[in-house]
């Protein structure tokens, strides 16, 4: 989202030469929030890893089959790829929570201050799911992590 913000900021103040530079901050804020979703969901879907990073997909595979049924699977090797993966996972949950609230939080405000409630309900809502996402993973994370751990003591 942030990229596609940057992207359309430019475009945005073009539009708005004589209206104001809030107002145009805003839109491009929405359209970075519409593409930077499409995109998302685009590549989840239909991005394809190269022959390559076959072996780093299906560790990740196995981390995000993991984490969502919520504990590490029985055999070894995908054990190990879990517990290799699980502080990406927590990185990823971070930057995903810290990226949100810097780039949606200011734009709530902004589109709040230029009267467009709407909008800042759409940026809300999105903050939300970003927020309750990382929530949810880093709740899972931690979970794994648990589980993964050696049984100490006797």
Do not use: H
Request: glycine share 12%; proline share 5%; no cysteine.
């Amino acid at each position: 989202m942030l990229i596609a913000g940057l992207l359309w900021l430019p475009v945005r103040l073009w539009e708005e030469q004589d209206g104001s530079v809030e107002i145009a901050v805003v839109r491009a804020g929405l359209n970075a929030v519409i593409w930077g979703l499409a995109f998302f969901f685009t590549l989840s879907r239909f991005g394809k890893p190269r022959p390559a990073e076959a072996d780093r997909v299906a560790a990740w595979a196995v981390t995000e089959t993991a984490l969502s049924r919520g504990e590490p699977p029985a055999a070894e090797a995908g054990r190990a790829a879990v517990a290799d993966n699980l502080s990406a996972v927590r990185r990823g949950a971070l930057f995903g929570a810290a990226g949100g609230m810097a780039l949606l939080g200011p734009l709530i405000v902004l589109a709040l201050r230029v009267g467009w409630e709407l909008a800042a309900a759409g940026f809300g809502i999105v903050l939300v799911a970003v927020l309750a996402e990382a929530v949810r993973t880093g709740r899972r994370e931690r979970r794994l992590r648990a589980a993964l751990a050696p049984v100490r003591g006797g």
